[in-house]
């Protein structure tokens, strides 16, 4: 049996020891992140999430304590700190490091309280209070890590979400008329967000008439080519009417290709005369 009632208060008693002695050791000129920072608020956050973890860890040497009870315990903290915004800036192996150095603080302490204890104990008890020690900072990396890397999914698919809305902005001109101005490469996931998000802009800003430019469009594959004209389909069924502006030869080649029809679609050269001809449709 590992837990030890004297170990255990040994290591408890050194909660706070152990987090100074730790911080200190930090190559904060070498890392990034959370252990980088120089806000006071960031370092007290990060010392105080340290400190708790050895609250908690210490508990693994408990006799009063379950296993089951001491998963759950610690699954807590690892779900709060896997999210914390400045850990999941922090690059993933610098975090393991310094679980690697915690874990040698634990295997250090195990050895002093053997040598100094007014009791002895066997190389096969210390060797047994060591396995426990890795074996569990085995199982909290393991799961810290796997909700970090969802947790980073989460955030990146967010802001994957806000750039392709912000690279396919509907500007409104005037009450109901808007512009989609398209730059840079479109592949087909990039297509699919620029057909829902202009739907749902169009809808919102209430626009009858949109021009939709595509002269900074490098270039697109078939796909796309029939993800923009399904997009002027979708939005003549809503009542707006589109025109389209810039068009490069390969790209009105690969529409003709799909056999996609222009015949409803205002076209113009740029985007100079597409606005030209909306100023004198009004006037009209």
Sequence with gaps: MHRNKKLYYFLVERTWSLT??????????????????????VIHNVKQQNHEFHVRFCKVFDETESHEHFSAYFDEWI????????????????????????????????????????????????NRWNRVVIKNFNYVMTIFTKEYHAYSQIRLKAQQEIIHELSSPV???????????????????????ILESTLQQCTNKQISSLFIDLSGVIMVDTMVAHQIFQLIDTLGLLGVKCTLSGIRPEIAQTAIQLGLSFKNI?????????????VQLSVQ
């Design 171 to 193: 500007i409104t001109i005037k009450k109901d008329v808007a512009l989609l101005p398209l730059v840079g490469d479109i592949d087909t996931s990039r297509a699919k967000m």
């Design 266 to 278: 205002r076209i113009k050269s740029n985007l100079a005369q597409a606005l030209d001809s909306d």
């Design 20 to 41: 100074e002695k730790w911080y200190e050791s930090v190559d904060k000129e070498g890392s990034l992140g959370v252990y980088a920072s120089n806000d006071p608020h």
């Design 79 to 126: 779900c709060a700190v896997s999210k914390d915004e400045e850990h999941l800036r922090t690059p993933i192996h610098f975090i393991l490091k310094e679980f690697f150095t915690t874990q040698d603080q634990y295997l250090d302490l195990i050895q002093e309280f053997a040598e100094t204890s007014d009791e002895i104990y066997s190389q096969e008890t210390i």
